[in-house]
């Protein structure tokens, strides 16, 4: 390893096949630079061999095919971004008005970017604007025994997120811990249903320790009311009529009581790397639901329609997870922007777009 006069590490990799089978066997040495992962993933291999025939290669020539020892095949982290911005550096994507982001049929939209320096503690009642205009504000709510710093502002973000700042939950369970937001009783949002379907947004960083702690289950968003509080006697019915999860390998759940169904519709994501910001969406059409990670569809959605959304009037929580309509946790970590529509929307309009 040497270092540039910029201080940067260079790697030095020095290769000699000819003294191997049959001069090297015409070997080659393949880096592909994966600008998604900053990775360079390195291989080994004779496209000399690979384009013979399988069934007369010899012994020696199946050995030769791919190297796949350390010395020959091996990843490099690499941070691209930063090694060459003085080469053409990425442009920060500026923060973006809230306007533009109220579509149509937007009943929720919060943001948390209230001017407040990076660290600060979000005080007690105090209350986080719906900037859709129709009233569905959010109010800190202390969980017993935890600190004023349990729920605090930040400058961290998501490059694509329209609004520069977050909200860090520092909640935890067994007991339950932390800060969490509330709409008020008698919010227009808790009565809503979402016969023809729904948006639900959210930006999300999960903390590098998150799975070194017990946090399976906390929610991003949860309604309360449990399934029996709107007649639904399938499944478990003292689960939550509506959660927004974080398994317990901290794969994405969407779990809720359809209005045409008595028991639970779950979608189910993969599990989320930690440290790194992702956008996730909820989308139903009226008929179907679909969950989407930094606009890319998941897989384990479920066939069986599930119209609309159990309700029971009570509250949407951010950051708080209820069973049986006590709440067992806070969340941990960072949440940015989150919005609600009325209908479905594309992956063009979601707010990462």
């Not at 015409?26 to 994966?34: S, T």
Request: proline share 7%; with cysteine.
């Amino acid at each position: 390893m040497l270092t540039n006069d910029a201080g940067h590490d260079v790697h030095v990799h020095i290769t000699n096949y000819q003294d191997r089978y049959y001069g090297g066997g015409a070997m080659l040495r393949l880096y592909h630079f994966d600008l998604d992962r900053n990775t360079i993933d390195v291989e080994t291999i004779s496209p000399w061999i690979l384009g013979q025939d399988p069934s007369r290669r010899n012994a020696l020539e199946r050995q030769e095919i791919e190297l796949t020892d350390a010395n020959n095949r091996f990843s490099v982290p690499i941070d691209f971004a930063e090694r060459f911005a003085g080469f053409a550096p990425v442009p920060v994507r500026p923060a973006r008005p809230a306007k533009p982001m109220l579509v149509r049929g937007t009943v929720a939209y919060w943001r948390f970017d209230q001017g407040r320096a990076d660290g600060t503690a979000v005080p007690d009642g105090f209350r986080i604007d719906d900037l859709s205009g129709l009233g569905n504000h959010l109010t800190r709510v202390t969980l017993g025994g935890s600190p004023a710093d349990a729920l605090r502002w930040t400058d961290a973000h998501h490059p694509d997120q329209p609004a520069h700042a977050s909200l860090f939950f520092n909640g935890a369970k067994q007991p339950a811990r932390g800060a969490y937001l509330s709409t008020a009783a008698g919010a227009p949002l808790n009565f809503a249903t979402f016969e023809s379907g729904y948006t639900i947004e959210a930006f999300v960083k999960l903390p590098a320790n998150v799975r070194s702690i017990n946090h399976a289950w906390m929610s991003i968003l949860c309604r309360m009311g449990a399934g029996k509080d709107a007649g639904k006697t399938g499944g478990d019915p003292s689960e939550p009529l509506a959660t927004l999860s974080m398994s317990d390998g901290m794969a994405l759940q969407w779990a809720v009581f359809p209005g045409n169904q008595n028991g639970i519709s779950t979608n189910w994501g993969h599990e989320m790397r930690a440290d790194e910001w992702f956008h996730v969406a909820v989308v139903n059409d009226g008929r179907t639901t679909t969950l989407y990670v930094d606009g890319a569809e998941l897989l384990r959605n479920p066939s069986t329609p599930a119209i609309g959304l159990a309700a029971s009037g009570e509250p949407w929580f951010v950051g708080a997870y209820h069973y049986d309509r006590i709440i067992e946790q806070g969340f941990y970590g960072w949440l940015g922007d989150i919005r609600i529509v009325s209908r479905p929307l594309p992956v063009s309009a979601f707010l990462n777009a």
